[in-house]
């Protein structure tokens, strides 16, 4: 157990639509990573939040939306969702979002879009 | 696994064996190195890390070793046992930049 929870397990909804996942840290943990994995994409980096503020961004569409609150639990938003949203999504945690620090991850969220 | 996509490079390895997992990285200014596992249905779980001031590092049962020169990283499993079967990938970072980035995955089975 990597002390990392995401909620819900599995979601699935339909296109146009609009889900938050949720994740909570670490205890300790400062900072928040959320990446999506597809099965031709691997691991993508979306977001980085550290204690509140946005520290980094990847490949996040306009469409997807997080933030990180003052009890470092944080939402990733998508809206407006389309089939090639399904993917898994993961949150991961770190003491400070330093880059020489490892991740620890959650057991993701699988997303489906019908 | 999910990450199963057709260019995913495979390894099978007989139980009790030693495995091997390479990784190459992309990045001469990347200082820091992770190996991660990611069973079936699971999130990556970190297995052992190691920065660039360092050619080896031991963990339990792993091994990851780096060359620098060659920007190649490998992961050795002694005595592979069947819950060793997983998608192994590495990942590297640097100081100033916040993000790992992860390699696509080597899925390794071992054979009972």
């Known amino acids: 157990d990597s002390g990392v929870t995401q909620t819900p397990k599995h979601l699935i909804t339909a296109t146009g639509q609009r889900v938050t996942l949720r994740c909570s840290p670490r205890s300790g943990d400062l900072s928040v990573y959320w990446y999506q994995q597809s099965l031709d994409q691997g691991l993508q980096f979306l977001i980085q939040?550290?204690?509140?503020?946005?520290?980094a961004k990847g490949n996040i569409l306009e469409r997807f939306s997080a933030q990180q609150f003052p009890d470092l639990h944080s939402e990733l938003n998508l809206s407006s969702l389309e089939l090639g949203d399904s993917a898994l999504y993961f949150c991961?945690?770190?003491?400070?979002?330093?880059?020489?620090?490892?991740?620890?991850f959650g057991d993701g969220t699988r997303l489906s879009i019908l | 696994g999910e990450n199963v996509g057709l260019h995913l490079p495979t390894l099978s390895v007989q139980e009790g064996d030693n495995s091997i997992i390479n990784c190459a990285y992309s990045n001469s200014a990347s200082d820091y190195f992770i190996w991660y596992k990611q069973e079936s249905g699971k999130g990556p779980q970190f297995i052992i890390d190691i920065r660039s001031n360092m050619d080896k590092r031991q963990g339990q049962r792993v091994t990851v070793l780096l060359n620098k020169t060659v920007k190649h990283l490998s992961l050795q499993i002694a005595a592979t046992q069947p819950g060793d079967s997983a998608v192994y990938f590495c990942a590297e970072g640097f100081f100033g930049n916040e993000k790992l980035t992860f390699g696509t995955g080597t899925r390794l089975t071992i054979i009972p």
């Open positions: 939040y550290y204690n509140g503020e946005e520290r």
């Open positions: 991961a945690s770190s003491v400070t979002g330093a880059s020489n620090q490892p991740q620890h």
